[in-house]
Structure formats: structure tokens, C-alpha cells
């Protein structure tokens, strides 16, 4: 990476980590749940969803967490525990039906019975065990990644530093069709395949200039999408 890049996506990480730039954002739902002192299952359970529907046009998104922690009762392990759920084939978020949701509660139920914590699941585990989707040794797990950072990463601004067993440093780029397109413009990967081994080149050259903390080149893409 030539020093203008890097030069570059520090002063983007540093202008955009903040949190004025987040308030309409997903994150913005487990941050509510801090706030307002509820458990970490709580907010968990929040991070869990507000990720999971973290795909498409953010106003889309922000009604769609509504609408589904109104369901809750904004008490979301409450509601996981009480097993009762909304349960049908209409849509809650995109191609997202409420009988998705339900699905997920039930695994969150059933997890948090034995557990305290999520965070002792990996990325791959968290698809595996909470979402019941099928083993993909390719698959970024935009959704999971982009939990994990907001647990995880703990610098006091945007993402929210509640999970103290995991290093910043293993965790890896929430990778989507923007952020790709953001990272090839920036010349971070010529891979075409939107896949893990991308995700994962994307945070090594990250890794250069953040050796503990490369995933807060995310904050630099989303500058680099803002300034584009």
C-alpha cells in the first residue's frame, strides 16, 4: 500500500468514527439497549437482528428494527425467553419473513438456557448454531462480522467494546458489495469473488496501518463512500 493510500484511509477512519455519523444506523439499536442499562442478552439479542436486517437502503432498515423490537416489547431476551413468537410468512425486512425471526429466537432460547454469552461462538458458529444456515467455508458472514465488530471493538465512539474475550485483531472486515466495490476503487484487492479469502486480504491490508484493530478501515471505507 503506498503511503498516499494509507494516508488517506487514516484520516477517513478518524473523521468518520464517530458517532454523529452512526445515529441512523443499525447500531443504533443496541446502543439504545446500553443506555438504557439493560443486560448484555439484551443487547446481544439486539446486535443479533439489527445486523442480520442491515441490508438495503437505511431508512428501510431503521423501520424494519422497529417495527420488530416493538414486537418485543423492546425487552428482546424477554421476549426470546417467553417463547412465544410472531410466526408467518409476511415480510418483516426485504425477503426476511417474521417465521425467520422466530426460527432465530428459538436457537437464541435454547442457547441462552445453557449460556450467558454469545461471545463464545465464532463467526462460523454463530451461522451455524443461531442462524441454522449450512457450512460455507467461502462465506464472508457480512451480517456476523459486522455484529461482532460493534461488540467487540472497544475505543469508546461508535462500536460498543462489550465483548472482552475477543481481540480486535481477529476480527475481520464486514464484507458486502460496497464495501468491495469501495475496497477495489482503493486498489485493498483485485479478487473478484466477494468471498471470505476476500474479506479476509481486505483486513490484512488494513492490518498494515492497524496492526490490532484492522477492522477500523470499515470507518475508512464508509469515508471513502461519503467523500465518493
Avoid at 446481544?44 to 414486537?71: K, N, P, Y
Avoid at 492490518?207 to 471513502?224: H, M, N, Q, S, T
Amino acid at each position: 500500500m503506498n503511503q498516499k493510500t494509507a494516508d488517506l484511509l487514516m484520516e477517513w477512519a478518524e473523521e468518520y468514527n464517530q458517532p454523529k455519523y452512526f445515529q441512523d444506523d443499525p447500531i443504533a439499536f443496541p446502543r439504545e439497549f446500553v443506555s438504557r442499562g439493560m443486560s448484555l442478552k439484551d443487547v446481544e439479542i439486539s446486535a443479533v437482528f439489527a445486523a442480520h436486517l442491515a441490508w438495503g437502503r437505511r431508512a428501510m432498515i431503521i423501520r424494519d428494527c422497529e417495527r420488530l423490537f416493538e414486537e418485543m416489547d423492546w425487552r428482546p431476551y424477554d421476549y426470546v425467553m417467553a417463547g412465544s413468537y410472531r410466526d408467518d410468512d409476511t415480510s418483516l425486512h426485504r425477503t426476511i419473513k417474521w417465521s425467520e425471526a422466530a426460527g432465530i429466537c428459538g436457537r437464541l432460547r435454547e442457547w441462552y438456557t445453557w449460556h450467558d454469552s454469545l461471545e463464545s461462538l465464532t463467526a462460523k458458529e454463530i451461522r451455524s448454531i443461531i442462524f441454522r444456515r449450512k457450512e460455507d467455508p467461502k462465506a464472508p458472514d457480512k451480517k456476523i462480522n459486522l455484529m461482532r465488530r460493534w461488540l467487540v471493538r472497544n475505543d469508546g465512539l461508535v462500536d460498543l467494546g462489550l465483548w472482552k474475550h475477543i481481540k480486535p485483531s481477529e476480527l475481520i472486515i464486514p464484507l458486502d458489495v460496497h464495501v468491495y466495490g469501495q475496497a477495489t476503487a482503493l486498489g485493498l484487492t483485485k479478487r473478484r469473488p466477494k468471498d471470505l479469502r476476500t474479506a479476509q486480504e481486505i483486513t490484512d491490508r488494513f492490518r498494515e496501518i492497524w496492526p490490532d484493530d484492522p477492522v477500523k478501515g470499515d470507518f475508512a471505507l464508509f469515508g471513502y463512500g461519503v467523500t465518493h
